[in-house]
């Protein structure tokens, strides 16, 4: 039974799913919820995900929401095929989900603020732009330290720690924040690596932008 993820392009919690799917090279269907014509808070949708958010994810029996778990998901079911995203040792497993929190916790909330701003969806002015864009340039300083010693977040291999940046990275990069990792050697070089692997590239040729 094909793996069926109901979403649509243009969402980045969509793009986190599909990214991990062609990572582990596994077949799936995008089902495209019209969030125009309110269809993620129509009964049908909100039995998948009762939150009424993209993306809800089908696997036979299985049913998931929130993207982060759904990767996670994807990334144990799928071991041993495709790329591995999952530390296998605990130790290292430990620090990959540190980076995985820093991601959820500290990186997102200030990225995605800046987001909301360049589309128009929270008012804000040069204050407003100016203090989230200091979180940020404050995570990225973090990251650019930790990027001195490996190659990846979680270490010396790509893991979900950077695939769940991926979406909002790729956004940032056509705003003015784009500078704020341009200035930064090590995650100017890790943004363009992880935003240049196949598995994305195939993500974003599904946008029509």
């Not at 793996?3 to 990572?23: D, I, Q």
């Not at 269907?29 to 998948?48: C, D, G, I, Q, Y």
């Not at 950077?162 to 050697?185: Q, Y």
């Amino acid at each position: 039974m094909t793996v069926k993820v109901y979403g649509f392009v243009g969402s980045n919690a969509t793009y986190r799913v599909l990214a991990s799917l062609y990572e582990k090279n596994v077949d799936f269907e995008l089902v495209t919820v019209n969030m125009a014509s309110w269809e993620h808070k129509r009964p049908k949708f909100l039995s998948r995900n009762p939150f009424g958010q993209v993306p809800a994810f089908v696997d036979g029996d299985l049913t998931l929401f929130e993207s982060r778990a759904i990767t996670q998901y994807v990334a144990r079911k799928y071991e041993g095929k495709g790329t591995e995203l999952i530390m296998k040792d605990p130790l290292q497993m430990a620090i990959q989900t540190v980076w995985m929190e820093v991601e959820n916790q500290k990186f997102d909330r200030s990225s995605w603020k800046l987001m909301e701003i360049a589309m128009g969806r929270v008012r804000g002015g040069p204050e407003l732009v100016a203090e989230y864009e200091k979180k940020l340039s404050d995570v990225l300083d973090v990251y650019e330290a930790r990027l001195t010693e490996c190659k990846y977040l979680a270490g010396d291999s790509f893991t979900l720690a950077d695939l769940h940046h991926l979406p909002n990275i790729n956004f940032l990069m056509s705003t003015r924040v784009k500078r704020l990792f341009e200035a930064r050697p090590h995650v100017r070089a890790w943004a363009k690596d992880i935003q240049s692997r196949p598995a994305w590239v195939k993500v974003m040729s599904l946008s029509p932008w």
